[in-house]
């Protein structure tokens, strides 16, 4: 879990440079259809950042290793969705459009493994 807490903080820090490269930097030169299109990248990389801290701290007391496997499917997702929406915004290469659902599909995979782990838990504190 080590190392998915590092990718989840350094998912926030290029998140929140990313966000301010884009408000600052791209502002300028970006249509703004292409700045939406990055600013949608960097909404779902930041808050699946937050989500992948969550599972690190979800499983201090939820050892189950779905919750791993949910944190590299997020951490996948967001390099498939918003590194090819970042793509997309700032090159005219149009062929990255078909992996921004790829990221997607992470990211589902991802959250539906947290759902499974807490359907499947014994844990009794999750019944209170």
């Given at each position: 879990m080590r190392i998915l807490g590092l990718l989840a903080a350094l998912l926030g820090l290029t998140g929140v440079a990313l966000g301010a490269f884009a408000a600052h930097g791209l502002?300028?030169?970006?249509?703004?259809?292409?700045?939406?299109?990055?600013t949608t990248g960097v909404h779902y990389q930041m808050?699946?950042?937050?989500?992948?801290?969550?599972?690190v701290g979800?499983?201090?007391?939820?050892?189950?290793?779905?919750?791993?496997?949910?944190?590299?499917?997020?951490?996948v997702g967001?390099?498939?969705f918003s590194g090819s929406l970042y793509?997309?915004?700032?090159?005219?290469?149009?062929?990255?459009?078909?992996?921004?659902?790829?990221?997607?599909?992470?990211?589902?995979?991802?959250?539906?493994l947290v759902a499974l782990t807490f359907l499947k838990s014994t844990d009794s504190r999750l019944n209170r």
């Open positions: 502002k300028a030169y970006l249509a703004p259809e292409s700045l939406e299109v990055f808050m699946h950042a937050l989500a992948v801290l969550a599972l979800v499983y201090q007391g939820i050892p189950d290793k779905k919750l791993i496997w949910a944190g590299r499917w997020m951490v967001v390099l498939l793509l997309l915004a700032t090159t005219s290469i149009r062929w990255f459009g078909p992996i921004t659902p790829l990221g997607g599909v992470g990211f589902l995979i991802g959250w539906a």
